[in-house]
């Protein structure tokens, strides 16, 4: 892997920035706070977006700005990549959104986790890390901030093994013996659960042979009993076959009592309904006889409905004349009295209200007289128009007399008629009544005949009725006993089944609990093998594979730490658990007693084997052309930092990313990217 370019939007200090990054040895120069680091952590983030815990989009984003992004383009296996990914900011907090990733020229717009992954693939680190929140194989080979390697080297020793067991990718020997120790704590539940289970297996053996002889007595009984019961039923059968016959007699006598019932009872019913019909005939031939008399009695006069019409338009044609000339008298009225007011007025006026000018008498007199002729001729109208509504009331109320006879005449002509179609009606149903007579009294004759030859009839199946009581006794008394018999039958046969149901659940359990105790004799085995074998096998691949690295390490350890510090009489070389060892003047010390540039010796000396180590061991992985160093020479001497010119040099790596604020770094390296801070904003110069 190689950077190429890096681009940066609303990233920390920075608000707009292309970075260009050549192959060999780089160097990012500033002053401290002017965003070396940032350029670094953008890399990561391009890479493998938000760290839960140790990158967070809070950390990155600028302040004041709600959204950002990182462009990072770089090369693996001469393949052309890119990769975007953006953050947002949201009310709670700052969220990753949407990417893509460009391989030689095919765009694939992605999200975070799926940029994640195609990262991971380009790369070539295990899939197994995807879900681990830290970027372990990128953390200890391309880019591990000084002061995080200081920290590691001074870490309790099995906090170290297990980073250093998940970085070469072997701690899945620790996770196979902390599982085994799981699974085999389960085995152990299984064999106390198992071994519970067949605790009462012989008890239950024991149980299936009692079960047996109650099953073979069951059977026994069924066979002594089954006999008895066939010869009960066959006498229910014959005696019920008897009844039978018996009781087709008595259902042929009960149809005869039921039909000899049915004919009294008819013979009654149209015995009632003639007498009732000859009241009835009676009746209406009165009532016949009275509509007869008060239709004969009068003479009506019969009202057409044009008389009617002519009355009413009559009526409502003087009723509108009587309003016209009430409207008119009014109307005189009203000019009557509007004189009068006027006459009132101008007398007591002394000027004009329009003009002001003074009303003499003459003018007053005048006017007077004028409305005096008025109020004269207007009361002989009033007067004549009274006159004229008297006369129309009248006439109007003499109409309205003549209306009312015609109506009095119409109802007494309607009553009439509703008796002339009252007396048609009766005159039909005496007709119809008579008739029906004729019919009943045939009808009862023909019942009488019929009561006669059933009374004949129901003397032959007298005898019937005591010979089916008795029948039905005897009955009743071999029912008792085939059901005495069915009983003992039927309880043998149940204590079968159930002893059958009995035995097959025993079988089940006895077969289930010979079966549990196969498998825990097998679980045993597992056991045994598991705590006697396996563990050990695993323990024993774990400690070659870390004993090969210790050796591998140790010596790189060794090597560069003799080439960073000066002094002769310090030595450094590491524990069976990774832990560095001091020596100074034949004394063991902790490394937290060097001085500042032996402790950064001390650090850079395990960064730079443990690259080397983790590159080796994994192959696959595809970053090991890039090295990145965030000030690797923090409190070196002078001559420190010619060595460290004399250690790249021997690494041998493509592209090697320096943060350095010494400016001596500047003498050894190919490229120097300057970065300078104005007013809160990084810039390239």
Known sequence: MLLKSIELKNIRSYISQKIDFPTGTVLLSGDIGSGKSTILLAVEFALFGILPGELSGNALLRNGETRASVELNFEVNKKDIIVFRSLKKSKESVMQGNGYVVVDGIKKDMTPTEIKTEVFNLLGYPSEMLSKSKNMIYRYTVYTPQEDMKKIIQENSQVRLDILRRVFDIDKYKRIQDNTA??????????????????DLEEKKKSRSYRQRDFTIAEKKIQETKPVLDAAKIKTENKQKNISEIEVKQKKLSELKNKLAL????????TEHYSANENQIKTIEKEIKKIEQEINSKEVKEITSEELSEKNKKIILLENEIKILNSKKTEYETDKKRSQELKKKITSMDNCPTCFQIVDKTHKQNIQEKENEKIQTLTLQTGRQTD??????????????????????????????????????????????????????????????????????????LGAEKELEQAEKE???????????????????????????????????????????????????????????????????????????????????????????????????????FTPLVVQNGFEIEVSNLSGGEKTACALAYRLALNKVI????????????????????????????????????????QIIIVSHESKVESFVDEIIKISKNEHVSEVE
């Open 615 to 654: 590159n080796g061991l994994i192959t696959s992985i595809n970053t090991q052309d890039l090295l990145i160093l965030d000030e690797p020479t923090d409190g070196f001497s002078s001559e420190q930092l010619d060595k460290m010119r004399e250690v790249l040099e021997q690494l041998g790596i493509k």
């Open 388 to 461: 004229l509504i008297k006369e129309k009331e009248k006439e109007l109320t003499d109409v309205k007399k003549e209306l009312e006879d015609l109506r009095k005449y119409e109802k007494e002509h309607s009553l009439f008629r509703l008796k002339k179609s009252e007396l048609e009606k009766k005159q039909s149903q005496t007709k119809l009544l008579s008739e029906s007579q004729q019919k009943i009294n045939m009808f009862i004759q023909n019942a009488k005949q019929e009561k006669q030859e059933t009374a004949k009839e129901i003397k032959k199946y």
């Open 263 to 270: 004919k009294e009872t008819e013979i009654q019913s149209k």
């Open 182 to 199: 799981i699974y085999l704590k389960s085995i152990k539940e299984k064999q106390k659960l198992k071994a519970g289970m067949i605790s």
């Open 475 to 577: 009955l009743i008394f071999f029912q008792k006993e085939e059901r005495k018999h069915e009983i003992e039958y039927n309880r043998a046969i149940e204590k079968k089944e159930n002893m059958k149901s009995i035995l097959e659940e025993i079988e089940k359990e006895i077969e289930s609990k010979e079966k549990t105790k196969k498998e825990l004799e097998k679980i045993q085995d597992i056991k045994n093998w598991m705590q006697d074998y396996f563990l050990k096998l695993v323990e024993t691949i774990e400690k070659q594979v870390m004993t090969r690295v210790y050796y591998e390490f140790n010596e790189l350890m060794q090597t560069w730490f003799d080439a960073l510090v000066e002094d002769e009489a310090i030595t450094c070389r590491l524990e069976d658990s």
